[in-house]
């Protein structure tokens, strides 16, 4: 291969460093002169057209072709209820310089993405076209370390104040820039998930105990995980379930999307089953249960509620029959948190005992033994046999000789046989005297 000149090298040089310069005096005078004013003005603009009143603290430079924003305050604009308020620490919206070009030749719509610490935790969004207009979309979403209690929406979606430490991961697409049209995966996991702060009262519509308030304890519901997978705009729930030692729960159902994604219907079952050290401890959700839980209660012992309706303002009620089937949570034995339960082994079938029931008099006073049984016939002694009953004799009768009582008769006087004649009678020269 044969070597560039000199003089090659020196133009490529040459060309190298006027574009490094370029790009040089691009940034500084981006990071210096870029109205960033204007920019924080551009977001405020745009987040109200969302249905949000933002107020920014301060605009500045970031790495790379962006902007970064520093103590945003967000309130919502619901249609009905009270808005809801948070606040973003630090956001930073940088746009691929790459794609914009890809977009400007073939039309393809640029990258954008916006990184968020808030929420106790980091959230990054990437995200090309826009849902709800024409032409494709596509959003990837990660969150990490975000605490589920500062989480804007959850606890007006779900009527149930939530604690833990969520993860997230979301890559959802549309052809058309409908939801109704997506398809994706969405998989989540809430570590050391807590319902309830024992402060906050859950109504539940319609039901006349619930529909005042029910002040919830602290449950633990452990790892609640699961994944949900879209399809031609339908979510379905997979695996979606939790255990702790207070009771386990486990969640079924679908959403079908639609745009906008409040307006989504939801047909959901959730089941659970709450421990008895749990029960003795919330003695008010007990008396609850027992009270008003009958309409919920199931089979195995489980409670289920039935979620439908409107995503944004779903219909919650107690149900113990769920529409996806006779499915039931279940039976583990208690171990260690963590360990694997073993399997489970019917035990044999046992042999039905009788008990004999002792029977009791009026007061309760337990009959007299019953009288030992006679002895075998072996053992009895043989009976004397019975005398041979004395001919007739003539003269007169003995006399009634009274016997006292308890004393055996005499025994029978023994027969002397008389000699007797040819003609049957006396001996001759015999003659009574």
Same mark, same amino acid.
């Given at each position: 291969?044969?070597?560039p000149?000199p003089?090659?090298?020196?133009?490529?040089?040459?060309?190298?460093?006027?574009?490094?310069?370029f790009?040089?005096?691009?940034?500084?005078?981006?990071?210096?002169?870029?109205?960033?004013?204007?920019?924080?003005?551009?977001?405020?603009?745009?987040?109200?057209?969302?249905?949000?009143?933002?107020?920014?603290?301060?605009a500045?430079?970031?790495?790379?072709?962006?902007?970064?924003?520093?103590n945003?305050?967000?309130?919502?604009?619901?249609?009905?209820?009270k808005?809801?308020?948070?606040?973003?620490?630090?956001?930073?919206?940088t746009?691929?310089?790459?794609s914009?070009?890809?977009?400007?030749?073939?039309?393809?719509?640029?990258?954008?993405?916006?990184?968020?610490?808030?929420?106790?935790?980091?959230?990054?969004?990437?995200q090309?076209g826009?849902?709800?207009?024409?032409?494709?979309?596509?959003?990837?979403?990660?969150?990490?370390?975000?605490?589920?209690?500062e989480?804007?929406?959850?606890?007006?979606?779900i009527?149930?104040?939530?604690?833990?430490?969520?993860?997230?991961?979301?890559?959802?697409a549309?052809?058309?820039?409908?939801?109704?049209?997506?398809?994706?995966?969405?998989?989540?996991?809430?570590?050391?998930?807590?319902?309830?702060?024992?402060?906050?009262?859950?109504?539940?519509?319609?039901?006349?105990?619930?529909?005042?308030g029910?002040?919830?304890?602290?449950?633990?519901?452990?790892?609640?995980?699961?994944d949900?997978?879209?399809?031609?705009?339908?979510?379905?729930?997979?695996?979606?379930?939790?255990?702790?030692?207070?009771?386990?729960?486990?969640?079924?159902?679908?959403?079908?999307?639609?745009?906008?994604?409040?307006?989504?219907v939801?047909?959901?079952?959730?089941?659970?089953?709450?421990?008895?050290?749990?029960?003795?401890s919330?003695?008010?959700?007990?008396?609850?249960?027992?009270?008003?839980?009958?309409?919920?209660?199931?089979?195995?012992g489980?409670?289920?509620?039935?979620?439908s309706?409107?995503l944004?303002s779903?219909?919650?009620?107690?149900?113990?029959?769920?529409?996806?089937?006779?499915?039931?949570?279940?039976?583990?034995?208690?171990?260690?948190?963590?360990?694997?339960?073993?399997?489970?082994t019917?035990?044999?079938a046992? @042999? /039905?005992?009788?008990? #004999?029931?002792? *029977?009791?008099?009026a007061?309760?006073? !337990? %009959?007299?033994?019953? &009288? $030992? =049984? +006679?002895? @075998? /016939?072996?053992t009895? #002694?043989?009976? *004397?046999?019975?005398p041979?009953?004395? !001919? %007739?004799q003539?003269g &007169? $009768? =003995? +006399?009634?000789?009274?016997?006292?009582?308890?004393?055996p *008769?005499?025994?029978?006087?023994?027969?002397?046989?008389?000699?007797?004649? $040819?003609?049957?009678?006396?001996?001759?020269?015999e003659?009574?005297?």
């Amino acid at each position: 291969m044969k070597k560039p000149s000199p003089e090659t090298l020196r133009k490529l040089r040459r060309s190298a460093i006027g574009t490094g310069v370029f790009w040089l005096v691009f940034i500084v005078a981006l990071y210096v002169w870029f109205p960033y004013d204007r920019a924080k003005e551009v977001a405020i603009d745009v987040a109200s057209q969302q249905g949000y009143d933002v107020d920014i603290e301060s605009a500045g430079p970031t790495w790379g072709a962006g902007v970064s924003f520093s103590n945003i305050h967000v309130k919502t604009r619901p249609p009905t209820g009270k808005p809801t308020r948070f606040k973003i620490d630090k956001a930073t919206v940088t746009t691929s310089i790459l794609s914009a070009t890809l977009g400007r030749l073939f039309g393809a719509a640029p990258s954008t993405t916006i990184e968020l610490d808030a929420f106790g935790g980091r959230v990054e969004l990437t995200q090309s076209g826009e849902p709800g207009k024409k032409g494709p979309f596509r959003i990837e979403l990660q969150a990490r370390g975000v605490d589920a209690k500062e989480i804007p929406g959850v606890r007006e979606s779900i009527n149930l104040p939530l604690a833990g430490t969520i993860r997230l991961d979301l890559d959802l697409a549309s052809s058309t820039g409908k939801f109704a049209d997506a398809k994706g995966t969405i998989s989540f996991l809430c570590e050391a998930c807590v319902a309830g702060d024992g402060k906050s009262p859950i109504k539940v519509e319609g039901n006349p105990f619930l529909g005042g308030g029910l002040t919830l304890p602290k449950v633990r519901l452990g790892d609640l995980r699961g994944d949900v997978v879209v399809d031609k705009g339908t979510a379905k729930l997979k695996g979606v379930e939790s255990k702790s030692p207070d009771g386990e729960t486990s969640l079924e159902g679908d959403v079908a999307l639609r745009d906008p994604l409040v307006n989504s219907v939801v047909n959901a079952y959730l089941r659970f089953r709450l421990t008895d050290a749990f029960l003795k401890s919330a003695s008010t959700v007990q008396t609850i249960l027992q009270m008003a839980g009958a309409a919920g209660r199931r089979p195995d012992g489980s409670y289920g509620v039935r979620i439908s309706g409107r995503l944004g303002s779903p219909a919650v009620g107690l149900s113990a029959s769920s529409p996806f089937g006779a499915s039931a949570l279940p039976v583990r034995p208690a171990g260690r948190p963590g360990s694997p339960p073993p399997a489970y082994t019917p035990p044999p079938a046992a @042999a /039905p005992t009788i008990v #004999p029931t002792t *029977p009791t008099t009026a007061d309760n006073t !337990p %009959p007299p033994p019953p &009288p $030992p =049984p +006679p002895p @075998a /016939p072996e053992t009895q #002694p043989a009976a *004397p046999p019975m005398p041979a009953p004395a !001919p %007739p004799q003539s003269g &007169p $009768p =003995p +006399p009634d000789i009274q016997q006292p009582r308890g004393t055996p *008769p005499p025994p029978p006087a023994p027969v002397v046989d008389q000699p007797t004649g $040819p003609d049957g009678e006396g001996a001759p020269g015999e003659e009574a005297q």
